[in-house]
Structure formats: structure tokens, C-alpha cells
């Protein structure tokens, strides 16, 4: 396997300032996400705390002047601000995730990003890749594009956009309409002529994270902002593990932020075991052995899940193609551990755990709405069962 050296001490200047802002930003973000929750407000405010900690930049590559955050860095961030709020922290993800793109592959244009990079300086520059569609995956999108001489006209409808109406830039999955049709990114800007956002996002959980449809009608982009048009089918070797790369930074990116939340649930359920004393006790429910083993088993199954996180995470910063090929099952796992876990939390808990006036079940709803942004349970798993029929046997 390949090793690149790490970066050294005085790279990491700006990664290690930009981590000691955490817990104040995490503490702004829980002072608004019930409100956010409750009225389905976009979290404006914590955008900018987030930016202005320079954590929403954290992942721009150090050749484009950025700081150069790893994977591991980022899962480090996502984890403490799903403390704070999910949609916050999935929000940030979706950026990150494309500025470390940027920095493994240069897909954008020079002048393109350069732009972006310019925004991001004065104020929060949301960035998402725009991929699913209401009816669904298929082997091609629904969304169009369509040459006409001097530019592409994108023309389709995008769903769970997270972020939708805040996005600075968008990448736009799409097929050309060519007789044999191309996929690839378009790079749209979110205030382009024919964008329109219809707010359709009115889910149980991350509520706050504005995931509404995109409407695209005509919307014009230059040629250059078609990013790797490729037949399906037809990517090089290279590519396929650039994808493969871009797939595990995307699930181990947001298994953090579940993570985060499930670790938040713990301890509200930890405070309140401590503080709870019911009718017939004379001692809080933290002091009785049944409750401590139901936190303990909360507890295990957190620790494993964020070692195998952290572990596939330092394992992909040292180019291990092994950890890239673990990430899928790895959010399978993940998923499973934190939705049981806050579960758990809630059932021990009882009437108070389902309280809108305790954050408990917001965690709970949070958890089972990130679940939007993994593929089905069954799809990962034929998929491993599929890689496991074809390893040779030893």
C-alpha cells in the first residue's frame, strides 16, 4: 500500500486553531437547534459560527492556500458539531466534502473555484452535490442536459437538497442529450438564472437543513463547468477509485455527524439519571445497577463505533485502499449502533424522553432523518455480499 508523509507541525497551525474553536461553536449551536427545529428555520447563525471559526474552509487543499484538513479532522468536526445541531453539521459536511474533493482531483475549473474560494473569505459559501431526484435513482438521471452551441441548458428537479435555499454553488448530476448520453457534474451557481427552490422539506428529523427540491429550467452553464462527463460504464481505473474516495469521505463524513448525535442523547440521559429521583426511591436512578448497565451498553456501542470511524478515517489519509473499500459497511454499522443507542436512551427514560420540552426526542428524530443521505440497508448489504463471493478463497 501507498504512504504519503503527514504534514508537518506548522501545516497543522491553522487545522489546531480552527479545532480549538469547537466548543464554543458547538455551544452556539445548541442554544438555537430546538427553535430551528421547531419552526423549520434555516440556522443562519450557525452557519456563520461555523465560518467564522474557519472550520467551514477546514478541508480547502493547502496548494489552493487552504488549511488541509484530513479526513480524520473532519470527522472530528462533524462529530462535535452533531452535538451542537445535525443540520448545522450536515450542512458543514456537504461543503467540506467538496473542497477535499477539490484538493484530491482539481475536477473544478481554475477560474470557477478560485470564485468560490473568494466568497468563502467574505462570508459562509455553501456548497452540495446535487444527486437524487423524486423518482428515485436509475442508471441514468432525469435531469437533462442539453447543448446549444455556446453552453449547456441543465432542465430537471433535484430532491433533498440540503442547504437548498442558501447554496452559493451547486453540483448538478445530469445526462447529456446526445445520442449516446454522458454523465457527469454541472456546476450551477444558487442565484443563476431558472433556479428555483420549491420548499418541499417538511421532514421528521434535520429539520433545520432546508433540504428542499431544485428546479432547474434552462439554467446556462459554460463548458468548462461540466465536470468528467463519462459514458456510465465507461470511467478508467483511475476514476473508479476517485469515486471509490469521494464515496467513503461522503459516508464516514456523516456517519460522524450521526455519531455526534447519539453521543449528545448520552448525555442528556447521563444528566438525567443523575438528577432523577422517583416517588419511590430515595436515591437518583444513576445509583441503581440496571440503569448503569443500559448506559454502560450505550456507551460500548458508541466507543466501537467511533474507533471504526477514526480508525477506516486514518486509514484513508494514508491511502489504504483497503479502509476505502470498508466505508460502506462501515455506515451500515455505524447507523445501526447510534439509532439503537438513542433508542435505548429514549425507552429508559420514559415519558420524559419523548418530551418536546427535553432534547431527546429531537436526537431520536435527527438520527433516523440522517438515514436520508445512506443508501438502503439491503444495497449496502448485497453489495458486500456481492464483494465477498468474489474475493478468491485463501
Given at each position: 500500500m501507498?504512504?504519503t508523509?503527514?504534514?508537518t507541525?506548522?501545516?497543522r497551525?491553522a487545522?489546531t486553531?480552527?479545532?480549538?474553536?469547537?466548543?464554543?461553536?458547538?455551544d452556539?449551536?445548541?442554544?438555537?437547534?430546538?427553535e430551528h427545529?421547531?419552526?423549520?428555520?434555516?440556522?443562519?447563525?450557525?452557519?456563520?459560527?461555523?465560518?467564522?471559526?474557519?472550520l467551514?474552509?477546514?478541508t480547502?487543499?493547502?496548494?489552493?492556500?487552504?488549511?488541509g484538513?484530513?479526513?480524520l479532522?473532519?470527522?472530528?468536526?462533524?462529530?462535535?458539531?452533531?452535538?451542537?445541531?445535525?443540520?448545522?453539521?450536515?450542512?458543514?459536511?456537504?461543503?467540506?466534502?467538496?473542497?477535499?474533493?477539490?484538493?484530491?482531483?482539481?475536477?473544478?475549473?481554475?477560474?470557477?473555484?478560485?470564485r468560490?474560494?473568494?466568497?468563502?473569505?467574505?462570508g459562509?459559501?455553501?456548497?452540495?452535490?446535487?444527486?437524487?431526484?423524486?423518482?428515485?435513482?436509475?442508471?441514468?438521471?432525469?435531469?437533462?442536459?442539453?447543448w446549444?452551441?455556446?453552453?449547456?441548458?441543465?432542465t430537471?428537479?433535484k430532491?433533498?437538497?440540503?442547504?437548498?435555499?442558501?447554496?452559493?454553488?451547486?453540483?448538478?448530476?445530469a445526462?447529456?442529450?446526445?445520442e449516446?448520453?454522458?454523465?457527469?457534474?454541472?456546476?450551477?451557481r444558487?442565484?443563476?438564472?431558472?433556479v428555483?427552490?420549491?420548499?418541499?422539506?417538511?421532514?421528521?428529523?434535520?429539520?433545520?437543513?432546508?433540504?428542499?427540491?431544485v428546479?432547474l429550467?434552462?439554467?446556462?452553464?459554460?463548458?468548462e463547468?461540466?465536470?468528467?462527463?463519462t459514458?456510465?460504464?465507461?470511467?478508467s481505473?483511475a476514476?473508479?477509485?476517485?469515486?471509490?474516495?469521494?464515496?467513503?469521505?461522503?459516508?464516514l463524513?456523516?456517519?460522524?455527524?450521526?455519531?455526534?448525535?447519539?453521543?449528545?442523547?448520552?448525555?442528556?440521559?447521563?444528566?438525567?439519571?443523575?438528577?432523577?429521583?422517583?416517588?419511590?426511591?430515595?436515591?437518583p436512578?444513576?445509583?441503581?445497577?440496571?440503569?448503569?448497565?443500559?448506559?454502560?451498553?450505550?456507551?460500548?456501542?458508541?466507543?466501537?463505533?467511533?474507533?471504526?470511524?477514526?480508525?477506516?478515517?486514518?486509514?484513508?489519509?494514508?491511502?489504504?485502499?483497503?479502509?476505502v473499500?470498508?466505508t460502506?459497511?462501515?455506515?451500515l454499522?455505524?447507523?445501526?449502533a447510534?439509532?439503537?443507542?438513542?433508542?435505548q436512551?429514549?425507552?429508559?427514560?420514559?415519558?420524559?424522553?419523548l418530551?418536546r420540552?427535553?432534547p431527546?426526542?429531537r436526537?431520536?428524530?435527527d438520527?433516523?432523518?440522517?438515514r436520508?443521505?445512506?443508501?438502503?440497508?439491503?444495497?449496502?448489504?448485497d453489495?458486500?455480499?456481492?464483494?465477498?463471493?468474489d474475493?478468491p478463497a485463501?
Amino acid at each position: 500500500m501507498t504512504q504519503t508523509a503527514g504534514p508537518t507541525a506548522e501545516d497543522r497551525t491553522a487545522v489546531t486553531e480552527a479545532l480549538g474553536r469547537l466548543p464554543r461553536v458547538v455551544d452556539l449551536l445548541a442554544a438555537r437547534a430546538e427553535e430551528h427545529d421547531r419552526d423549520g428555520t434555516f440556522p443562519y447563525q450557525g452557519i456563520e459560527a461555523v465560518h467564522e471559526a474557519g472550520l467551514l474552509t477546514l478541508t480547502v487543499g493547502r496548494r489552493f492556500g487552504g488549511p488541509g484538513g484530513t479526513l480524520l479532522d473532519t470527522v472530528r468536526v462533524l462529530a462535535q458539531l452533531g452535538r451542537g445541531d445535525a443540520s448545522v453539521a450536515v450542512l458543514t459536511a456537504f461543503t467540506l466534502l467538496q473542497h477535499a474533493e477539490q484538493a484530491r482531483t482539481g475536477a473544478w475549473p481554475t477560474a470557477g473555484y478560485r470564485r468560490f474560494l473568494t466568497e468563502s473569505r467574505r462570508g459562509p459559501a455553501l456548497v452540495n452535490t446535487l444527486r437524487a431526484e423524486p423518482g428515485g435513482a436509475g442508471p441514468l438521471p432525469a435531469t437533462v442536459a442539453r447543448w446549444d452551441g455556446g453552453a449547456w441548458l441543465l432542465t430537471g428537479r433535484k430532491s433533498d437538497c440540503a442547504g437548498a435555499e442558501a447554496l452559493a454553488w451547486m453540483a448538478v448530476w445530469a445526462r447529456t442529450e446526445e445520442e449516446v448520453p454522458r454523465v457527469g457534474a454541472f456546476l450551477v451557481r444558487g442565484d443563476s438564472e431558472g433556479v428555483e427552490i420549491d420548499p418541499t422539506w417538511d421532514q421528521l428529523g434535520l429539520r433545520a437543513s432546508a433540504g428542499h427540491d431544485v428546479v432547474l429550467d434552462g439554467v446556462r452553464v459554460a463548458p468548462e463547468g461540466a465536470l468528467r462527463l463519462t459514458v456510465p460504464g465507461a470511467a478508467s481505473a483511475a476514476e473508479q477509485a476517485a469515486d471509490g474516495t469521494t464515496r467513503a469521505w461522503h459516508d464516514l463524513a456523516l456517519c460522524a455527524v450521526q455519531l455526534g448525535v447519539a453521543r449528545a442523547a448520552q448525555e442528556w440521559l447521563v444528566r438525567f439519571l443523575q438528577q432523577r429521583t422517583p416517588a419511590n426511591l430515595t436515591e437518583p436512578l444513576a445509583t441503581l445497577p440496571r440503569y448503569r448497565t443500559a448506559l454502560g451498553e450505550i456507551a460500548a456501542a458508541l466507543i466501537g463505533a467511533e474507533e471504526l470511524v477514526h480508525g477506516l478515517a486514518a486509514g484513508i489519509d494514508r491511502n489504504e485502499p483497503e479502509a476505502v473499500t470498508r466505508t460502506g459497511a462501515a455506515q451500515l454499522l455505524v447507523n445501526r449502533a447510534v439509532t439503537t443507542a438513542v433508542q435505548q436512551a429514549v425507552s429508559l427514560t420514559g415519558n420524559p424522553g419523548l418530551s418536546r420540552r427535553h432534547p431527546l426526542e429531537r436526537y431520536l428524530r435527527d438520527v433516523l432523518g440522517g438515514r436520508t443521505y445512506f443508501p438502503a440497508d439491503e444495497l449496502v448489504l448485497d453489495a458486500i455480499g456481492r464483494a465477498a463471493l468474489d474475493r478468491p478463497a485463501r
